[in-house]
């Protein structure tokens, strides 16, 4: 049945109109980009057979140009159209995060470290330096490789506060395997950097370990 002989309640349109985006699924989210099916299959019909066949949303735009486009239904034009989509939910989440407003939800700072991090192939650490309100001063990414104490130096994240003039910093680190349980490594040079940047009077807010999930320090009890 095509999507137009739907009720209009179920037509993803019409739902996202009445009851906004979040009520959606994923496979109904993806059939309004897609916008139309193929013969014999309604956008919803082969957004649903798109995520069964990469395996989630994020390994559907995870996936490189020649896999997504050697799918049936899809093709260059997709792609490009895609690729564009979430560039500008990188460059929309990195403006919320530059407004100059006090960092008040919690999802947002998650959702922009995602963004950033996620993505790598090899462990990044990276700091979002705040001033006295918790306004966002500037995102760095300071050290690559694996993070432990000989690969993350507190002088230099202390050096880089002291620049900026922060008054508080958020760490966010992630883990190329998906799994975002901190290490022990992890708890430790998170430790000696909050020791370090007690010194000058830099509080710190939060570590985020990102993988397949989000762990935060602040929440574990672990600050």
Not at 110 to 130: G, I, N, P, T, W
Not at 137 to 164: K, M, N, W
């Amino acid at each position: 049945m095509a999507i137009t002989d739907w009720p209009l309640e179920d037509r993803p349109r019409e739902k996202l109109m009445s009851r906004g985006a979040q009520a959606l699924s994923d496979a109904e989210l993806l059939a309004i980009f897609l916008r139309v099916g193929v013969k014999g299959k309604s956008a919803v019909d082969l957004s649903r057979e798109l995520l069964q066949t990469f395996g989630s949303l994020r390994q559907l735009f995870d996936a490189d140009a020649q896999n997504f486009c050697a799918t049936h239904g899809m093709g260059v034009a997709k792609y490009v159209q895609l690729q564009a989509v979430l560039e500008m939910s990188r460059r929309y989440l990195g403006e919320k995060m530059r407004r100059g407003d006090p960092l008040t939800d919690p999802d947002a700072v998650r959702f922009y470290l995602v963004s950033k991090l996620r993505d790598y192939r090899f462990e990044v650490f990276a700091c979002l330096f705040l001033d006295n309100r918790h306004r966002v001063i500037q995102y760095e990414e300071l050290f690559r490789g694996t993070i432990d104490g000989a690969s993350v130096h507190p002088r230099e994240v202390v050096r880089r506060a002291l620049y900026h003039n922060a008054a508080a910093i958020i760490f966010a680190h992630n883990h190329p395997s998906g799994v975002a349980e901190p290490s022990q490594a992890d708890e430790r040079i998170t430790q000696k950097l909050k020791d370090a940047l007690h010194l000058i009077d830099v509080r710190v807010l939060d570590h985020f370990v990102i993988g397949d999930e989000v762990v935060s320090f602040a929440e574990r009890g672990l600050l």
